[in-house]
């Protein structure tokens, strides 16, 4: 007889819990091709969506394999920005694993406009089409609006606040998301084996660095979709400077809750 459903064997090691516009789908998809850890792409927000939520954890863990010898990892990059969602999985499961990636805030700001553009559903963004200035200030004023959401979510600092609340910061791993699409990915997703504890497998020379996407790609399964990689959008140095202005303090106290200093 199969054995009876028990939903500690499924529930997921490790999350990728954000930061969003930071490299999250090639965190995943670089991860996926090691024989130990099995992924899943649907990003659900079962500990954010009350629509979920609600329905219990039984009815969303049945769908995963048995965790074994396995890791069982899910990313939702909303997770690190909703401060709902540490105290639930807590209450869970207070060992989970979490794999954070981060990028310089501003250029996440900036990836998450350009993805608002592209994918909002608000006219404000779509049909109106305001620019990142528009939207950056406040109106008619060189003040930054510091409650515009593509904002607060590069706010690092504040949202691992409250993560740090309900979890040991040892067992976040903070990835260098400028490294990681820049560099060959290899080195922290070694890190990575190490910090889940199972087997070497990713080389160097798995990866190639690919100059029309501008980001690497697994020599093997090939680059991520056609809607990643770089896309050019320049700020006027005025307002790069200001918004970097903006960061610092947000900035240097991330590094002191991470203990690591990212330089942006």
């Not at 490299?23 to 792409?41: D, K, N, S």
């Not at 999985?89 to 998450?112: E, G, K, Q, Y």
């Not at 510091?146 to 910061?169: D, E, G, I, Q």
Request: net charge positive; glycine share 6%.
């Amino acid at each position: 007889m199969p054995r009876a459903f028990r939903s500690k064997d499924r529930y997921p090691k490790c999350f990728i819990i954000g930061a969003r516009k930071a490299g999250t789908t090639a965190l995943q998809a670089f991860l996926e091709r090691h024989p130990q850890i099995w992924t899943r792409y649907w990003e659900d927000g079962f500990f954010s969506r009350e629509d979920f939520y609600t329905r219990g954890l039984n009815r969303w863990l049945h769908p995963l394999p048995a965790n074994g010898s396995q890791v069982n990892l899910v990313k939702v990059a909303e997770y690190f920005h909703l401060a709902r969602v540490p105290p639930r999985m807590f209450a869970v499961n207070n060992a989970t694993r979490f794999l954070l990636i981060v990028t310089d805030p501003v250029r996440r700001t900036i990836s998450d406009y350009l993805f608002m553009r592209r994918y909002t559903k608000q006219p404000n963004l779509a049909e109106h089409s305001h620019s990142f200035e528009e939207m950056l200030f406040k109106p008619g004023t060189k003040e930054i609006d510091s409650s515009w959401p593509c904002l607060t979510r590069s706010m690092y600092n504040r949202h691992f606040a409250v993560w740090l609340k309900w979890f040991p910061r040892a067992q976040f791993m903070v990835i260098d998301g400028d490294a990681f699409i820049g560099d060959n990915p290899a080195r922290q997703l070694q890190q990575v084996e190490t910090f889940l504890n199972i087997q070497p497998y990713f080389k160097s020379n798995d990866f190639f660095y690919n100059e029309t996407k501008g980001f690497y790609c697994h020599r093997q399964f090939g680059c991520l979709g056609s809607g990643k990689g770089h896309t050019d959008f320049t700020l006027e140095p005025t307002v790069e400077e200001t918004l970097r202005e903006f960061f610092k303090p947000f900035n240097r106290n991330f590094y002191n809750l991470v203990g690591r200093n990212f330089n942006w």
